[in-house]
């Protein structure tokens, strides 16, 4: 008998905490007595999770019937993909529907910290605007070269918007893609010629600390590092001392290592932007990305196949 249960591993968000109770009764792992998956591991047959919780290897072993995992978030850094796959298990995230917003949240930390938006409106807040007079001069934005680290789908929503901006742009990853931008094969030297260096990658050990201190070096003094992808492609010990060697011009950050919260060092800076981890956090942009955790499970069962899966 083909295992039906739904499990969910951990809350997602309201509209997909409520569908997947009502449309596919989901078992809430955590409202179930401990020891629940050694009873009950044999009869689950897909799982709902989330890029926050993740998916690890002993989970899966724990449920030794599972079809699919549905996860919600475009990252799936947390989830065992390559063991998920080996046992033939589809996985899926929710691509596509947070590419807008991400890449709109790029371009404010970039602006933002090349204008110093967030410095400008503290100095009105304390007086200093009466007091000191004019603000300091800051960065131009348009008709700068801008680099991007990870051509995918945000990452081209990214370089599209560049194109407003009058902006040359060239990108590095893994190869050459048939896009009107230029492809560096080095990082370094992507850094070396840009103005604005964004990273739009994921996360784990592939992309682990790529932007690293030569990469910040080569950007250089006038340069700014915006990170909408993973705190951990960025050695971050190296970007507070490009920082406050005056190395490296200004960063805008959503994503941290050690998340949440951010190092002191790294913090009430005039030349950093801080964001915590809002890149997908619009109203529009959850609600899109928990209906298609659901639509994931319903596809599924219906065609036996998800309907956005993360390919090996
Ligand atoms: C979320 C994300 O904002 O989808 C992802 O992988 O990182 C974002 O959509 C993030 O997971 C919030 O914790």
Not at 83 to 96: S, Y
Not at 130 to 137: A, D, H, I, R, S
Not at 287 to 293: G, K, Q, S, T
């Amino acid at each position: 008998m083909t295992a039906s249960t739904v499990l969910q591993l951990a809350p997602i968000g309201p509209l997909a905490d409520g569908l997947l109770r009502d449309e596919l009764q989901a078992v809430r792992l955590w409202e179930q007595a401990e020891g629940w998956l050694a009873t009950h591991g044999a009869s689950v047959g897909l799982l709902a999770t989330s890029v926050r919780w993740g998916c690890d290897a002993a989970m899966l072993a724990a449920l030794p019937n599972l079809r699919a995992v549905s996860s919600w978030g475009v990252g799936y850094d947390t989830l065992d993909v390559a063991a998920a796959h080996a046992r033939g298990i589809q996985v899926a995230n929710t691509p596509d529907v947070l590419d807008d917003c991400v890449a709109d949240l790029a371009w404010g930390l970039l602006i933002a910290a090349a204008r110093r938006i967030p410095a400008a409106d503290r100095y009105v807040s304390a007086g200093s605007w009466k007091v000191l007079g004019e603000f300091p001069l800051a960065t131009r934005v348009s008709g700068k070269r801008l680099g991007i680290l990870g051509l995918g789908r945000i990452g081209s929503a990214i370089a599209r918007r560049g194109e407003g901006f009058s902006m040359q742009v060239r990108y590095h990853g893994r190869g050459p893609k048939d896009v009107p931008y230029g492809f560096e094969p080095s990082l370094e030297a992507l850094a070396a010629w840009s103005d604005f260096l964004v990273v739009a990658c994921g996360g784990g050990t592939e992309t682990r600390h790529l932007v690293s201190a030569p990469v910040l070096t080569a950007l250089g003094p006038r340069g700014i590092l915006v990170n909408i992808g993973r705190g951990s492609v960025v050695d971050q010990d190296a970007l507070i001392a490009a920082l406050d060697e005056g190395r490296l011009g200004g960063a805008g950050l959503d994503v941290l290592q050690g998340e949440p919260g951010a190092p002191d060092a790294l913090r009430n800076r005039d030349n950093v932007v801080i964001t915590p981890h809002v890149g997908s956090a619009t109203i529009e942009t959850r609600e899109a990305m928990e209906r298609l955790v659901v639509d994931n499970l319903h596809a599924m069962l219906r065609d036996g196949r998800v309907l956005t899966p993360v390919l090996p």
